[in-house]
């Protein structure tokens, strides 16, 4: 990344993608009463949000560019904060959503922090800085948070009565 407009678009992308998809996995989640993981899901899209919003509130002023999705500069496919939908399942526990939000944040802390210690430009470094410590912050929370949730046992996804697909 060369210029600050860059950069925010980027960071705008990343948190709404993030949002979006938390959201999708609450629905997804919510259609089968899980309300506890929902409520978290729920959450950590409100979160996203405001992070969305926050760096929204930099770029005004500022003519960001319009990157098509494969134009983004992501180390992977997807935008790094973007939690990976195959990850749920219908009983999935409040421990599995807290592992698969960690796992997201860490992979946002990644991306800035490689960009505030290997970018060219001193102000997207100050920026990808600030962005990365806000990170990890959010990665100290869901540690803290995964702490009160133990593993659960290995049969965790054991249904005795599992949806039926009807053809």
């Known amino acids: 990344m060369e210029t600050v407009e860059e950069f925010l678009a980027h960071a705008v992308a990343l ?12 629905d997804a ?12 899901f729920r959450r950590m899209a409100h979160f996203s949000r405001l992070h969305l919003a926050e760096a929204q509130k930099m770029a005004e002023g500022l003519d960001l560019p319009h990157f098509k999705p494969w134009e983004y500069k992501w180390p992977d496919a997807e935008a790094p904060e973007t939690p990976e939908m195959d990850a749920t399942h219908y009983l999935m526990t409040p421990h599995h959503a807290l592992t698969l939000a960690l796992d997201s944040e860490k992979r946002g802390h990644a991306f800035y922090a490689d960009l505030a210690a290997n970018n060219g430009n001193d102000r997207i470094r100050e920026l990808a800085m600030e962005f990365a410590e806000e990170e990890a912050e959010h990665v100290a929370l869901l540690e803290t948070m995964l702490a009160k949730y133990p593993l659960p046992p290995g049969d965790w996804d054991e249904d005795m ?7």
């Open 29 to 40: 989640l919510e259609v089968h009463q899980n309300d506890e993981v929902t409520g978290l």
């Open 161 to 167: 009565d599992p949806p039926v697909a009807v053809d």
């Open 15 to 26: 948190e709404e993608d993030s949002a979006v998809r938390f959201d999708d996995m609450a």
